[in-house]
Structures are given as C-alpha cells and as structure tokens.
C-alpha cells in the first residue's frame, strides 16, 4: 500500500470517527456543512497560531531557562547569530589562507618548468 493510499485511509478513519462521535451523520446537508466549516475554521486558525506564534514562544522560553540557569539575561539567538558568524569567519579564512598556498605553490612550479 502507497504512503498516499495509507494517508487516505487514515484520513477517511478520522473523518469516519468525528461523524460517529458528534453524531454529523444524521445531520442535514446544511448542517454537515456549517459542522465542517466551522471544524476547518477552527484547524485552520489553531494550525496558523502555532506556525506563527510557536517558534517566538519557543524562544522565549530558551531565554528564560537561558536566565534561570547561568542568571544573566541574554539574548539566545543574538549569542547562536554571533557563534555562526565566528564560524564562518574563521572558515573563510582558513580557505583564503589555503587558497594562497596553493596559488604560492603553483607560481613556484610554473617557475621551476
């Protein structure tokens, strides 16, 4: 069985068990649909507030344990931006220093030949 055909019979289950349990099978064709915009609304509008409201909380709560642990205020992912900077910097200039090498090293066989 596909991953698409085992989603679809996953999601056919859970629709299956939401009828069954608040009784929308015996509702009108009106009322299934104002059932189901209201339950879309609902997942619509909770699954918005964590893709934009979860990752500032998340932050915000490493900052705090951030406090509670070492007790000096300080910003997480100003302290994670300089760390990837440090590493870059240093990186690049490793490859600038063996990038010279090579071309210190290629001028001296072009010299010897």
Do not use: C
């Amino acid at each position: 069985m596909s991953p698409i055909e085992s989603f679809s019979k996953w999601l056919q289950l859970k629709i299956y068990q939401v009828e069954v349990t608040f009784s929308v099978y015996i509702f009108t064709p009106l009322e299934k649909f104002i059932f189901w915009s209201v339950a879309f609304l609902l997942f619509a509008l909770t699954f918005i507030a964590v893709v934009l409201y979860l990752p500032r909380h998340t932050l915000f709560l490493a900052n705090r344990a951030w406090f509670y642990i070492n007790g000096d205020s300080v910003d997480v992912l100003e302290v994670a931006k300089e760390a990837v900077q440090t590493l870059a910097h240093h990186t690049a200039a490793a490859a600038t220093s063996s990038s010279l090498t090579t071309v210190a090293t290629a001028a001296g066989m072009v010299k010897e030949l």
